[in-house]
Nanobody, 124 residues
Framework: VQLQASGGGLVQAGGSLRLSCEAS????????MGWFRQAPGKEREFVSS????????FYADSVKGRFTISRDGPRNTVYLQMNSLRPEDTAKYLC??????????????????WGQGTLVTVSS
């Protein structure tokens, strides 16, 4: 499975971005998907996950109410809509796929495939 993330960029605080992650695998619906982020000098942290059929979603407390994860099966794509962005959201955002945890998971160890990431910079 290859994952291609896109949609990052520079935005002012309070603005919005939508990240996309397209999967090459035709059995995309068998994977739960997750977004993680890593800021310079910090550890990778969980942002959000969605289960294999899009019915269960999870969010880190820091993004709850501001970010929304969704998936489009026919397009093999998962999205992360980010609203009310803050400078502390600045990071490289990575998407990941898990074939073992259909319901979604916040543990990076449970993901089997990773994309290269897309950079989000939020200016104050």
């Amino acid at each position: 499975v290859q994952l291609q993330a896109s949609g990052g960029g520079l935005v002012q605080a309070g603005g919005s971005l939508r990240l996309s992650c397209e999967a090459s695998e035709v059995t995309f619906s068998r994977y739960s998907m997750g977004w993680f982020r890593q800021a310079p000098g910090k550890e990778r942290e969980f942002v959000s996950s969605i289960d294999w059929n899009g019915r269960r979603t999870f969010y880190a407390d820091s993004v709850k109410g501001r970010f929304t994860i969704s998936r489009d099966g026919p397009r093999n794509t998962v999205y992360l809509q980010m609203n009310s962005l803050r400078p502390e959201d600045t990071a490289k955002y990575l998407c990941a796929a898990s074939r073992r945890y259909y319901s979604g998971t916040d543990d990076s160890e449970n993901y089997d495939y990773w994309g290269q990431g897309t950079l989000v910079t939020v200016s104050s």
